[in-house]
Nanobody, 119 residues
Framework: VQLVESGGGLVQPGGSLRLSCVAS????????MSWYRQAPGKERELVAV????????NYADSVKGRFTISRDNAKNTVDLQMNSLKPEDTAVYYC?????????????WGQGTQVTVSS
């Protein structure tokens, strides 16, 4: 299993970034996919999740209305569109896959991509 994130960088407050995660090594279309983030000195937190069935999404309250998670099962990608960015969105963003094999859940993480929101 491999998850590779890209798209991070430095952006001014109010700006936008689009993160992308390319997945391989498992049946992507059958796996729930999530974005998490971890700021310095803080615990890793869930940002958004998109389910395998039906594409249902959920967001952390802090990003609702600003971030949008989407997936393309044909390309094995999950994206996070981030608009109206704030300094408090600064963190390392991680892609996570929940893979079910033989009725057991396995969690896989990408290496992370840095997002810095600063003027």
């Amino acid at each position: 299993v491999q998850l590779v994130e890209s798209g991070g960088g430095l952006v001014q407050p109010g700006g936008s970034l689009r993160l992308s995660c390319v997945a391989s090594g498992f049946t992507f279309s059958m796996s729930d996919m999530s974005w998490y983030r971890q700021a310095p000195g803080k615990e890793r937190e869930l940002v958004a999740v998109i389910r395998s069935a039906g594409g249902t999404t959920n967001y952390a309250d802090s990003v609702k209305g600003r971030f949008t998670i989407s997936r393309d099962n044909a390309k094995n990608t999950v994206d996070l569109q981030m608009n109206s960015l704030k300094p408090e969105d600064t963190a390392v963003y991680y892609c996570k896959a929940l893979v079910v094999r033989n009725w057991r859940n396995y969690l896989y993480w990408g290496q992370g991509t840095q997002v810095t929101v600063s003027s």
